[in-house]
């Protein structure tokens, strides 16, 4: 199982069983991920990159991030 990181928007009890749909939200992975992949679409060199390649960069990058996170 990948390392998600966690939730990285944690909510409380009450908002997990009261007000939030998904429950503890995007894991830190998936906010990683998010914020190289929107890097990489405002890069030309990656204009004509399909998009499940560009997920599958974002992810590795993702990975890369919390890898060196959880050296410390």
Known sequence: MKDTGGSAFPTTTANYYNMDPH?????????????????????PDYADTPADAIALDAYALADAMLAERNKT
């Open 23 to 43: 429950g503890e939200g995007m894991t830190l992975r998936d906010y990683f991920a998010a914020m190289a992949m929107q890097s990489m679409n405002a890069r």
